[in-house]
């Protein structure tokens, strides 16, 4: 569960996008990732396949990301957290843990000392009027700031990670 997505503007992308928009509109109940999962046909259901309004072959070439060591979250849920070397990290995901209430991450934080408490991450790491170097240059956070690289290393799991309780 990385929340984050990659989209090329190509136009079999461009129509299947504006499907799934037209049919998350119709359909505002439903959760968007889980919605995105569904019309790439890539575990979740929102519906039967034949209700779905792309069909199998105009769903555009895709892949998953690296949610371990290059796309990452920040570890508020089990299904979050990354491994591996801080410089190699593309995207950190800022997510709310607290917008999780399944119960089986409730207790796998519990368990792991985590709390599903919510560390107020976008403001830690935007806005940063302290380190100016962040906005004028290429540095990574982490490098520029011992304060961002502690929350960033609190993400981080040891490896191997923890088995995660599964949903």
Same mark, same amino acid.
């Given at each position: 569960c990385s929340g984050?997505?990659?989209?090329?503007?190509? +136009?079999r /992308?461009?129509?299947? $996008?504006?499907q799934l928009l037209a049919w998350m509109y119709e359909h505002p109940y439903?959760?968007?990732?889980?919605?995105?999962?569904a019309f790439l046909r890539a575990g979740e259901r929102v519906a039967f396949d034949d209700q779905l309004p792309v069909h199998r072959e105009d769903i555009p070439k895709w892949a998953y990301l690296d949610p371990e060591t290059q796309f990452v979250s920040a570890r508020h849920v089990d299904?979050?957290?990354w491994t591996g070397d801080p410089d190699d990290i593309v995207a950190f995901h800022l997510l709310h843990g607290d917008s999780d209430d399944a119960e089986a991450s409730r207790q796998f934080a519990s368990r792991h000392g985590l709390g599903v408490g919510y560390t107020p991450l976008l403001d830690l790491f935007f806005n940063? /009027?302290?380190? +100016?170097? $962040?906005? %004028?240059t290429g540095v990574m956070p982490h490098?520029? %700031? +011992?304060?961002?690289r502690e929350a960033l290393l609190r993400s981080r799991w040891p490896s191997p990670r923890p088995t995660s309780p599964g949903r």
């Open positions: 984050i997505v990659v989209f090329r503007a190509m +136009p /992308t461009i129509s299947w $996008l504006a439903e959760h968007d990732q889980k919605a995105v999962s299904v979050a957290g940063r /009027t302290d380190v +100016p170097e $962040l906005y %004028s490098h520029a %700031s +011992p304060e961002l």
